[in-house]
C-alpha cells in the first residue's frame, strides 16, 4: 500500500494504482469533492492502455515520495504516473497548474468548430464541461480551422471529424470490444484523422460502443440525429434478456417513445457494460424492455442539478489566491 496526499486528502491505495485513480477513490468515498478530481478526456478505465493522449489531467508533484521528497519538475498527466508512498500532487489547489490546463484546453479547441446548437452531443458533451470548467473564455488561434467531410463509417454511425479531439477511445473500443477494428487514425500531426478509408465499412455487434465512449460530437448514433435535445428526454433504467450482452441499457425516452439506447454510464461518464447493437438500435419500442425507473444523471451532464457551483466558487478562490500572490511579489520587490 502507498499512502499519497492529493489536495489536501489523503488516502492509502494499492501499489500500481494511478493519480486519477487515486483521486476518483477519494470522490467516491466521499473524502474529497468530485471537483478536484482531474479530468480526462482520453483516459477510460475499462480500455487497456487508454490514457496519456490529451494531457488534461495533468498535476503538480509538489512530493515525489517519502524515500525522495523532490519535486516531479514539470506537470505530469494523472492516469499515467503511478503514485509512490508518501507522494503529494496539487490539482485545483496549484494556480500555475490550472493556468497549464487551461492551455491545453486552448489547443483541444483550436480546430473545433463552434458546432453546439446543432450537435446532438450538446448537454452531455465532455468538452462542453471542460472548457467551462478549466478553459478560458477567448482563444488565440488566427489562422483556417481544419475542415473534413462528414462520413457513414457504419450504417447507423456519422463521423463528423471536425469535432475529433484523437482521444484514441474508439480505436481502442473496436481493438478491445469488437471483433474486428476495421478504422483507425491515419496520416500525422495536424493532417491526423479518424478514418475506415472505405464508407460504410463498419459491421459488427458491438460497433456502437464507438458513439458512447466518445467524449464530443464526433460519432453520433444516426438514428437520434435531431431528434431530440438530450435534456427534453426522459433516461430511464431498463433491461432485457439478451444472448449478446447484459443487456442492462438507459432509455431516452419521450413520453412513451424511445429516441435512443444507450449503455448505462458511471459517475465519471464510461460504459458500466458495453451493449450489443440489436440492443442499441432495433430494440425501439417501450413493449421491448422492462423499464426499472427514472435514471440518476450524474456529474457529466449539464442535466443534472447544480454541477457547477462548487466549481465555480473554486474558480473565484483561485483567482483571489492568485490577485493575493501577485501583490505580496509586487510588495517584496519594491
Given at each position: 500500500?502507498?499512502?499519497?496526499?492529493?489536495?489536501?486528502?489523503?488516502?492509502?491505495?494499492?501499489?500500481?494504482?494511478?493519480?486519477?485513480?487515486?483521486?476518483?477513490?477519494l470522490?467516491?468515498?466521499?473524502?474529497m469533492?468530485?471537483?478536484?478530481?482531474?479530468?480526462?478526456?482520453?483516459?477510460?478505465?475499462k480500455?487497456k492502455?487508454?490514457?496519456?493522449?490529451?494531457?488534461?489531467?495533468?498535476?503538480?508533484?509538489?512530493?515525489?515520495?517519502?524515500?525522495?521528497?523532490?519535486?516531479?519538475?514539470?506537470?505530469?498527466?494523472?492516469?499515467?504516473?503511478t503514485?509512490?508512498?508518501?507522494?503529494?500532487?496539487?490539482?485545483?489547489?496549484?494556480?500555475?497548474?490550472?493556468?497549464?490546463?487551461?492551455?491545453?484546453?486552448?489547443?483541444?479547441?483550436i480546430?473545433?468548430?463552434?458546432?453546439?446548437?446543432?450537435?446532438?452531443q450538446?448537454?452531455?458533451?465532455?468538452?462542453?464541461d471542460?472548457?467551462?470548467?478549466?478553459?478560458?473564455?477567448?482563444?488565440?488561434?488566427?489562422?483556417?480551422?481544419?475542415?473534413?467531410e462528414?462520413?457513414?463509417?457504419?450504417?447507423k454511425?456519422?463521423?463528423?471529424?471536425?469535432?475529433?479531439?484523437?482521444?484514441?477511445?474508439?480505436?481502442?473500443?473496436?481493438?478491445?470490444v469488437?471483433?474486428?477494428?476495421?478504422?483507425?487514425?491515419?496520416?500525422?500531426?495536424?493532417?491526423?484523422?479518424?478514418?475506415?478509408?472505405?464508407?460504410?465499412?463498419?459491421?459488427?455487434?458491438?460497433?456502437?460502443?464507438?458513439?458512447?465512449?466518445?467524449?464530443?460530437?464526433?460519432?453520433?448514433?444516426?438514428?437520434?440525429?435531431?431528434?431530440?435535445?438530450?435534456?427534453?428526454t426522459?433516461?430511464?433504467?431498463?433491461?432485457?434478456?439478451?444472448?449478446?450482452?447484459?443487456?442492462?441499457?438507459?432509455?431516452?425516452?419521450?413520453?412513451?417513445?424511445?429516441?435512443?439506447?444507450?449503455?448505462r454510464?458511471?459517475?465519471?461518464?464510461?460504459?458500466?457494460?458495453?451493449?450489443?447493437?440489436?440492443?442499441?438500435?432495433?430494440?425501439?419500442?417501450?413493449?421491448?424492455?422492462?423499464?426499472e425507473?427514472?435514471?440518476?444523471?450524474d456529474?457529466?451532464?449539464?442535466?443534472?442539478?447544480?454541477?457547477?457551483?462548487?466549481?465555480?466558487?473554486?474558480?473565484?478562490d483561485?483567482?483571489?489566491?492568485?490577485?493575493l500572490?501577485e501583490?505580496?511579489?509586487?510588495?517584496?520587490?519594491?
Amino acid at each position: 500500500m502507498a499512502k499519497v496526499t492529493i489536495d489536501g486528502y489523503s488516502i492509502d491505495v494499492p501499489d500500481g494504482t494511478t493519480i486519477l485513480q487515486a483521486s476518483r477513490m477519494l470522490a467516491e468515498q466521499g473524502i474529497m469533492p468530485d471537483a478536484n478530481v482531474p479530468p480526462a478526456m482520453c483516459y477510460y478505465s475499462k480500455l487497456k492502455t487508454s490514457g496519456g493522449y490529451c494531457r488534461t489531467c495533468i498535476v503538480k508533484v509538489t512530493k515525489g515520495s517519502e524515500k525522495d521528497p523532490r519535486p516531479m519538475p514539470k506537470p505530469v498527466p494523472s492516469c499515467r504516473q503511478t503514485i509512490m508512498d508518501g507522494m503529494e500532487v496539487q490539482n485545483l489547489t496549484a494556480p500555475d497548474l490550472v493556468e497549464a490546463r487551461a492551455g491545453v484546453v486552448e489547443f483541444l479547441l483550436i480546430n473545433h468548430p463552434l458546432d453546439c446548437p446543432i450537435c446532438d452531443q450538446a448537454g452531455e458533451c465532455h468538452l462542453q464541461d471542460l472548457g467551462y470548467e478549466h478553459g478560458k473564455a477567448g482563444t488565440r488561434y488566427e489562422f483556417e480551422r481544419r475542415t473534413f467531410e462528414m462520413e457513414d463509417i457504419g450504417d447507423k454511425i456519422k463521423l463528423h471529424m471536425n469535432r475529433c479531439i484523437l482521444c484514441y477511445r474508439c480505436v481502442k473500443t473496436a481493438e478491445q470490444v469488437t471483433d474486428g477494428r476495421v478504422h483507425g487514425v491515419i496520416s500525422r500531426g495536424d493532417h491526423a484523422e479518424i478514418s475506415t478509408y472505405i464508407e460504410q465499412a463498419i459491421d459488427n455487434d458491438f460497433s456502437g460502443n464507438v458513439i458512447d465512449v466518445c467524449p464530443v460530437g464526433a460519432l453520433t448514433d444516426k438514428t437520434f440525429r435531431f431528434k431530440s435535445r438530450v435534456w427534453f428526454t426522459k433516461p430511464m433504467d431498463a433491461h432485457r434478456n439478451c444472448t449478446k450482452c447484459c443487456g442492462k441499457v438507459a432509455l431516452w425516452m419521450s413520453g412513451n417513445e424511445v429516441f435512443r439506447v444507450t449503455a448505462r454510464k458511471d459517475k465519471w461518464g464510461e460504459v458500466e457494460e458495453f451493449i450489443c447493437n440489436e440492443c442499441r438500435f432495433e430494440k425501439k419500442a417501450a413493449s421491448d424492455w422492462n423499464i426499472e425507473g427514472p435514471r440518476k444523471i450524474d456529474r457529466h451532464s449539464v442535466i443534472s442539478q447544480n454541477h457547477y457551483s462548487e466549481l465555480k466558487q473554486l474558480k473565484i478562490d483561485l483567482s483571489k489566491q492568485k490577485q493575493l500572490g501577485e501583490k505580496a511579489h509586487n510588495y517584496n520587490g519594491h
